[in-house]
Structure formats: structure tokens, C-alpha cells
């Protein structure tokens, strides 16, 4: 998994992908994805079902898109070969080394309720740290925990990911 996330591409975008690039969080719900690409949430689950969508992050009954994948995606319907940073890089770039859950509330779209579910949890991947009378989380378990999730969707993907393991 680490190969596919970390492989280095072609980062030479236009304005107009900037633009886009710029309306995206580092995680996005399907909702957030489907406003600024402006498209149905529900094209997005179908896409999501064919595997021919933008990959994304699956925890639980929650889907979150990761910036990079969503840009890939969009790149790659527009016939560009324009390629997108390797995945989670805007969520690296965006995570300080411990986050309190409003933070990831923000950067990640994961509400409060779910956060308070998994901190119920010891045993749950992304438990956080008890600080003082507060809760953190570190980045690399955050980062951990998403690229754990992280699902294949679209064909080019999976045809690329096969061809490195090969």
C-alpha cells in the first residue's frame, strides 16, 4: 500500500485544475465531493459501486475522498496525463503532530459523534492520546489509519498498482 501512496507523478496543472484543487479539503465527504464537482452524491455511490469513481476511504459506513484521488480522477475523465501529488499529501501537509477532534473534525469531515464512538473503543486504530483533559491524535496514526481504509475504485488504479507489484 505504502508504494502506491508514496509513488512520485506528474505534478503540471492549469489553472483551471488549480482552482479545483484549491476548492478541496485534504478529505472530503461524497456530499463536499459532489458540490464542487458538481455532480449527485448519488453518481458518486454508483461510481463507487462500478469501481469507476475517484478511490476512497471506507471506515465503517462513512466514505471520505482523499483530495489527491478526487484530482487524479477528475485528471484522468478530462483525458489529461496530468497526474495528482500521491495520496494524503494535502493531509500531511494540513496535520500538526498531535490534533484535538475539532481539528479533524475540519480537515477530515469526521463528526464528533463518530470521534466519541471510536475513543469509546481502546481497541480501535485510531484511539486517541489523553492529554490533560484533552484528547489528541497523532498524525501518523491518523495518516496510518486512513491509508488502512483506502480503497481502490477506478480501473487505472488497479491496472497501475498491478503492474508496480509485477
Known amino acids: 500500500m505504502t508504494a502506491v501512496l508514496d509513488s512520485p507523478r506528474i505534478v503540471h496543472v492549469g489553472e483551471e485544475w488549480d482552482a479545483l484543487a484549491d476548492e478541496l479539503l485534504p478529505l472530503m465527504s461524497p456530499n463536499a465531493v459532489a458540490r464542487v464537482l458538481g455532480t449527485k452524491t448519488g453518481t458518486l455511490g454508483c461510481q463507487r459501486s462500478l469501481g469507476t469513481g475517484p478511490w476512497f476511504v471506507k471506515v465503517g ?8 484521488c478526487v484530482l487524479e480522477w477528475h485528471y484522468r475523465q478530462s483525458g489529461s496525463r496530468q497526474h495528482a501529488d500521491p495520496v494524503f499529501t494535502a493531509l500531511k501537509a494540513a496535520l500538526k503532530p498531535r490534533n484535538r477532534p475539532r481539528e ?63
Not at 459506513?61 to 489527491?68: C, N
Open 61 to 68: 459506513k462513512s466514505i471520505f475522498y482523499p483530495k489527491e
Open 104 to 166: 479533524l473534525k475540519v480537515l477530515c469531515g469526521i463528526s464528533a459523534d463518530v470521534l466519541a464512538t471510536w475513543r469509546k473503543d481502546p481497541d480501535h486504530p485510531l484511539h486517541p492520546i489523553k492529554d490533560a483533559n484533552h484528547w489528541e491524535y497523532s498524525k501518523e496514526r491518523v495518516l496510518e489509519f486512513f491509508a488502512a481504509n483506502l480503497h481502490r475504485s477506478t480501473g487505472e488504479y488497479a491496472n497501475a498498482a498491478q503492474e508496480g507489484e509485477g
